[in-house]
């Protein structure tokens, strides 16, 4: 793939961040396009590299692990204050279903890795406590990114700033200082790709964020919000 191609879908892709951004109700499927038409340039592959170098997430890319996620209705069942549920509960208020492509086997390493990104998107809401907001969308794509820089977690934080500048320059200082904040977080967790997120569903919502958020030492490595995530 030529260079030139490759500036053309990286600008095109931030033309699409932002056409999301401003109209909103595009939904998944604007997102999904944004993210296929970046997915075979040469930083997807890169990404995917640093990714692999986790051996918790290179372990389960290697088997391609999905158990898949309940739909909705079932995450309702699910014990209270449990991930299941509290998954349950931000997807109501979203009046949403979770991602529902299954994955499959034969991905490629650097294609179940977008895959699997998508499927845990709405439920890395939940454990690492950010709401969807345009700023905490953008944070929650700045702490994947810290893990293993895809385009696509970086072309949304840069849409949201780019809104920022023209609609709430007031506010750029806050965004700015929370996309730092999801980063260093980010960095610092467990890799979102080494966790099997499913047999957390019917646990407590804490022991899905020790997981993610507590080394071997069992040092806590990170501040976590709660307040988003009720």
């Known amino acids: 793939m030529t260079f ?3 500036m053309w879908k990286i600008i095109k892709g931030i033309f699409l961040a932002i056409r999301l951004l401003l109209r909103p109700n595009g939904g998944i499927f604007a ?11 040469r930083a997807s592959k890169l990404a995917a590299d640093i990714i692999m170098k986790d051996p918790g997430a290179e372990k389960l890319v290697a088997e391609r692990y999905s158990k898949g996620l309940p739909d909705i209705a079932t995450l309702g069942t699910y014990p209270e204050g449990s991930l299941g549920k509290e998954l349950h509960l931000h997807l109501t208020r979203l009046d949403s279903d979770h991602y529902p492509v299954p994955l499959r086997k034969d991905y490629s390493e650097q294609i179940y890795i977008r895959e699997r990104r998508r499927e845990i998107h709405d439920l890395m809401h939940v454990v ?3 709401d969807t907001t345009y700023k905490n969308e953008a944070c929650l794509n700045a702490f994947v990114a810290a893990q293993g820089p895809m385009p696509i977690c970086i072309l949304i934080p ?6 920022y500048i023209f609609k709430f320059p007031n506010k750029l200082d806050e965004l700015c200082n929370a996309l730092i904040d999801a980063w260093q977080r980010g960095k610092a967790a467990n890799s979102i790709f080494s966790i099997r997120w499913e047999e957390y569903l019917d646990q407590p919502l804490e022991d899905a964020r020790v997981a993610l958020f507590v080394k071997a030492d069992s040092e806590p490595v990170a501040r976590i919000p709660r307040a988003t995530v009720a």
């Open 4 to 6: 030139l191609s490759n």
């Open 31 to 41: 997102l999904i396009e944004l993210g296929n038409l970046i997915e075979d340039i």
């Open 128 to 130: 690492a406590g950010y």
């Open 158 to 163: 840069i849409g949201v700033m780019l809104r």
